[in-house]
């Protein structure tokens, strides 16, 4: 594996115009991935024609590093302004806008860059040493039962995060499932909730629902702060969060690299789930969870880690069975394609050298994210001293093209509005944004799951629990979901 | 080593078979007058699907043929959603003048057979070309022991009392419901599908034994069959194509339906100026003979049957779609509008 490492390193750094492709994915990533509405997907898709130009493995190769500087790119905006750069961002905005109104900006960004790196090498370092097996056993064992179990699970700690209390959690929740069944069912394809209305047969999308919830919501609450007088600048703070800290949290960082890797590897699943999952995650093993979405440095951690190990992982069912994971890996096919090669387990044997120098790729663009990071970070916070006055009709201006550009739709700019008046009116009644997010998102992709595994096990409920990982994820969901309900009833201790 | 040999011969007897199969382009004129200076600005295309997928994927190939042959350049407005149905309305909006383009599928023709307000592809537009056309076919893993042919796989089926699974895009109406529901019926076999939106996830199910079999068009699994992963056992089409020499057809096997194919073309406003839509017809049919265009086909296995019509042949096709796909909808008890 070394040898090979160091051959596609070579490979990599023995050729300026490939350097220079390198470079430019990096930054490109990065940048298309901050900016709310565009996305590494946009870049992927300019740059995808020009791509039959270049060597095959410069082609795969610059795909591969736009996904992983791409993935962390979007958090710098998630933490700073509450922007998503795309869903996998949006639980890094739970927390990370939180503690960038509490001063802690600087801290947010850092452990951001630290984690997004950390994961993103991590799970390049698994798929370099185990992509063909890992990838048999997920499609062996990981079905859509499967996947709906795990989501189950995810969503069974969804009610904890930032709301006024648990009812009002699963409230939020609930709306985020209602929200996530308008449009066509994902197995039958009968329109549901569209009231006639042709584009909105194609569901709410994920991003103007984002920014909407997000962004356009919290100009709102500062616009009321800004007229009541009680507007408070967020502190600007350079300071990068200490060893101490993050050693504090290697745990999160082990779980968020493991729970990051297993969803990217499921093929069609990502970065998204795993970034969900891995917060999610974070919630249920904390001592307290009620500091989740109010600023924790674990929530960024958690999610920023797990979005970035599902790079490495999503690449493992494309390299080693031709199964993209995601709208980019998919992209990827075609850049395969475009050079008369196929992504696939031949792919090793006839094509080696493109293989390690995608592997090297990836390995070096998540360390870039650490280095490069560092650098911006301290240029970048300094946005935040910008005038509210100034900074709140931007933020509406990018994310009104960032809601339209995806799709081209009006239809989305009103959705996006719509969720931006319906978050402010909800967090003022102490209902959670972030709990609305986890049901929209998760929603979508455990009512696809549950109904193609209820087709699999032929409407047999029971047959569920007779698949083990499974029926251990529907167990501990449950079980969770209980403990929190028996909190919620708890008579509360007195003070001593 | 012996698997690697083995699809290596695999992939040289496709690769072969497909350049000897590949069919003439017929538009013979290698330039065309553009009326009164038409189009002097982009054109827009409409693809109702998004940039990865087949759709995406023919789009950008004729895009970048047309561009190669007129120099004019075409914009890509991806509307994924609906079943195409997001895209197809967003274009009937959009001015009739010629510089809004449409691509489409067999899905458009299908909806409108269910419901006649929905656009009908050979009357409310004009086809200026389909440029993929191909048959589906039944698959199993290549290292499968419960069955190995359709014979066998039948019988099997029919064994599990309901319980076997096959993998495909199921949708209400949909050209592989239709299909299968042809299948079943003439076989006496009842499966149950699984559908899957997504390609990745519906040929992982296979891969990994989470369903029996997998409908699917050769062109989609191309790499799996490359790789030795899957063996096609039937194919749903009139007669075999010569890549495909040892897998029968449904008719070989007392199956009498004719096949629904699916197919890819791009489309203009009835409404456009004609002078306009013989310019179009001209660039992209041209388009098609194209070697970009003609070695992408090829590598997506569209070249073993005739991919090509002009505008009278995809009314044609579209037309024979929707009567049949009509017929089968009452036969369904579905709600013909």
């Known amino acids: 594996m070394i040898e090979n490492f160091l051959a596609g390193s070579a490979a990599l750094f023995g050729d300026p115009f490939t350097i220079g492709i390198f470079v430019f994915g990096v930054i490109g990533g990065m940048l298309f991935g901050a900016i709310p509405g565009v996305s590494m997907l946009t870049l992927a898709a300019i740059l995808l024609p020009f791509t039959a130009s270049l060597e095959p493995a410069q082609g795969v190769m610059l795909f591969a590093v736009i996904y992983c500087t791409g993935t962390y790119g979007g958090a710098i905006t998630a933490i700073l302004f509450n922007i998503p750069g795309s869903p996998e961002n949006a639980p890094t905005a739970f927390d990370g806008y939180p503690m ?23 799970s390049a370092l698994v798929m370099m040493a185990a992509t063909e097996p890992l990838a048999n056993w997920a499609i062996q064992n990981i079905g859509p039962p499967e996947i709906f179990a795990l989501v189950f699970f995810g969503l069974a700690v969804a009610s904890s995060v930032g709301a006024r209390t648990i009812w009002k959690g699963w409230m939020s929740v609930l709306i985020g499932l209602l929200i996530s069944t308008i449009g066509q069912d994902p197995v039958g394809g009968i329109n549901r909730y569209n009231f006639g209305l042709t584009d909105l047969a ?90 989740f979405g109010k600023g924790k440095l674990e929530g960024v951690i958690s999610s920023e880690t797990a979005n970035n190990a599902a790079t490495g992982a999503a690449m493992i069912p494309l390299l080693a069975l031709g199964l993209p994971g995601g709208a980019l890996t998919a992209m990827m096919v075609a850049v395969f394609q475009m050079h008369d090669l196929q992504p696939g387990p031949l792919v090793f044997y006839t094509s080696p050298d493109l293989i390690w120098v995608v592997f090297a790729a990836m390995f070096y663009a998540n360390l870039s994210i650490l280095i490069i990071g560092v650098i911006e970070t301290k240029t970048i916070l300094n946005l935040l001293k910008i005038p509210f006055q100034f900074l709140a009709p931007l933020i509406l201006m990018l994310a009104t093209i960032g809601a339209y550009i995806s799709r081209g739709l009006v239809l989305d700019v009103i959705v996006m509005f719509l969720a931006g008046i319906l978050g402010y009116l909800l967090r003022r009644t102490g209902f959670s944004i972030p709990g609305i997010v986890l049901g929209l998102i998760l929603g979508t992709i455990g009512e696809q799951n549950f109904a193609q595994g209820m087709q699999m096990v032929h409407y047999d409920l029971g047959t569920y629990f007779s698949r083990p990982i499974c029926s251990v994820l529907i167990a501990a969901g449950t079980l969770t979901l209980l403990t929190s309900v028996y909190k919620a009833f708890a008579p509360a201790k007195k003070p001593a | ?110 909806a409108h057979a269910l419901d006649s307000s929905v656009p009908n592809p050979a009357s409310d537009l004009i086809p200026l070309v389909v440029s993929q056309v191909t048959f589906s076919q039944i698959y199993i893993r290549t290292n499968e022991d419960r ?46 599908q699984i559908s899957f939106d997504k390609g990745a996830p519906r040929y992982g199910a296979l891969l990994g034994g989470q369903v029996d079999a997998l409908f699917e068009q050769p062109g989609d699994v191309r790499n799996f069959l490359d790789a030795g992963q899957f063996k096609p056992i039937l194919t749903i089409f009139d007669e075999r194509p010569g890549v495909f020499a040892d897998t029968p057809t449904h008719r070989e096997m007392g199956m009498d339906f004719d ?29 098609y003979c194209e070697d970009s265009y003609q070695s992408f086909n090829e590598s997506k296995f569209m070249t073993v049957i005739d991919s090509y019509r002009d505008t009278d042949g995809a009314r044609e096709l579209i037309d024979r779609s929707v009567e049949q796909y009509r017929d089968v909808y009452k036969a369904m008890g579905l709600d013909v509008k």
């Open chain 1, 100 to 122: 960038t109104q509490k001063g802690e900006s600087g801290k947010a960004v850092g452990a951001a860059v630290l984690c997004s790196a950390i994961g993103g090498i991590a």
């Open chain 1, 202 to 291: 194609a569901g709410i999308a994920f991003v103007p629902a984002i920014l909407g919830f997000f962004a356009v919501s919290e100009i709102f609450v500062q616009a009321e702060r800004t007229a009541a007088g009680k507007y408070k600048a967020p502190k600007v703070s350079m300071a990068f969060p200490s060893f101490l800290e993050l050693w504090m949290h290697k745990f999160a960082v082990l779980r968020s690299i493991l729970v990051g890797f297993f969803c990217g590897i499921l093929p069609g699943i990502g970065a998204t789930l795993a970034a969900f999952m891995g917060y999610g995650e974070a919630v249920r093993w904390s001592k307290n969870k009620e500091e």
């Open chain 2, 1 to 110: 080593m012996n698997r690697l040999l083995g699809t290596s011969i695999v992939s040289v007897f496709l690769a072969t078979g497909t350049a000897a199969l590949a069919f003439e382009c017929v538009r013979p004129e290698a330039s065309f007058d553009k009326p009164d200076g038409f189009p002097e600005r982009a054109l827009t295309m409409v693809v109702p699907y998004g940039p990865a997928g087949g759709s995406g994927q023919v789009a950008a190939a004729m895009a970048e043929a047309v561009t190669e042959l007129t120099g004019v350049a075409i914009n890509r407005d991806h509307k994924p959603g609906g079943s195409g149905t997001v895209g197809m309305t967003a274009y009937m909006a959009s001015p009739a003048d010629g510089y809004n383009v449409l691509e489409h599928i067999d899905d458009a023709s299908s």
């Open chain 2, 147 to 192: 069955f190995s042919d359709w014979p066998s796989f039948v019988e099997w089926v029919k064994a599990q009392d309901g319980k076997a699974t096959i993998a495909n895009v199921s949708k209400e109406g949909s050209m592989e419901r239709v299909t299968m529901k042809f299948i079943t019926d003439a076989s006496g076999m009842t499966i149950q």
């Open chain 2, 259 to 287: 096949p629904l194919l699916r197919f890819r073309g791009f489309y203009v406003h009835a409404d456009a100026p004609a002078d306009r839509v013989e310019w179009l017809k001209w660039a992209f049919q041209r388009g």
